[in-house]
């Protein structure tokens, strides 16, 4: 069946700095791409999406590129802030298969000032 | 932005007894699910809801669990018998008709079964 795979955390990084977050998938078809963030206490909030090939998601500085060459989905943003700690996921929907979410594991992500 | 609601946000019981989580969905989405994350591992998905029927269902939703919407507003999964393993966070979510429509999710009940 279809899944998910990121890296592992937690990631912890200092105010600026660059973060990428990797993410690669395995499913038939054309699936929609997702990220999706929880910040401390909350519930999961949609970040950014792609839903076709060389899509380009991007909201609050993050990016991500649907690369269906590579199956992959990285998350990335040019400098991170403390306000951007929290649990990040992957995500992908297929529709040949219902309209559920299929998540990866999820990375912490910890930023230091 | 409107939210999706879960109580309790933490729920304690005895392996054998019957929880119900209660979900408050969008008022005017149509489409509700039940996720849940084990620590440490992936959001699995759990059951999909529409039209007053379940839709999809995963082979972990068995006939343990049980989903329900009593009364328009509220969506509540009920599971039977609780086991040591389905400890676990829950999520609630829910999303409007169109299939692209992004899904809302409640901040989840951490379900503790001791």
């Known amino acids: 069946g279809d899944s998910v795979t990121q890296m592992e955390g937690p990631v912890t990084l200092s105010e600026e700095a660059f973060l990428t977050i990797n993410c690669t998938y395995t499913?038939?078809?054309?699936?929609?791409l997702f990220w999706y963030v929880q910040y401390p206490g909350e519930g999961l909030q949609l970040l950014l999406k792609?839903?076709?090939?060389?899509d380009k998601g991007s909201n609050k500085g993050f990016e991500a590129t649907y690369r269906k060459e590579t199956t992959s989905f990285h998350l990335e943003k040019g400098s991170v802030q403390v306000s951007d700690s929290a649990v990040y996921f992957c995500?992908?929907?297929?529709?040949?298969?219902?309209?559920?979410?299929?998540f990866g594991a999820g990375t912490i992500l910890r930023v230091k000032s | 932005e409107p939210e999706v609601t879960q109580t309790p946000s933490h729920q304690v019981t005895q392996m054998g007894q019957e929880v119900i989580l209660r979900c408050v969905p969008i008022?005017?989405?149509?489409?509700f699910y039940w996720y849940r994350q084990i620590l440490g591992q992936k959001v699995e998905f759990l059951v999909s809801?529409?039209?007053?029927?379940?839709?999809?269902k995963s082979e972990i939703f068995d006939d343990q669990f049980s989903v329900e919407r009593p009364d328009g507003s509220n969506f509540t999964l009920k599971i039977r018998s609780t086991k040591l393993e389905d400890s676990a966070m829950y999520f609630c979510?829910?999303?409007?008709?169109?299939?692209?429509?992004?899904?809302?999710f409640g901040s989840g009940t951490q379900l503790s079964v001791l």
């Open positions: 979510a829910s999303r409007g008709e169109a299939t692209n429509e992004k899904l809302f």
């Open positions: 499913a038939t078809g054309y699936p929609s």
């Open positions: 792609a839903t076709k090939a060389d």
């Open positions: 995500a992908l929907r297929n529709q040949e298969y219902g309209n559920k979410l299929v």
């Open positions: 008022s005017n989405h149509l489409y």
């Open positions: 809801f529409y039209n007053n029927e379940i839709s999809e």
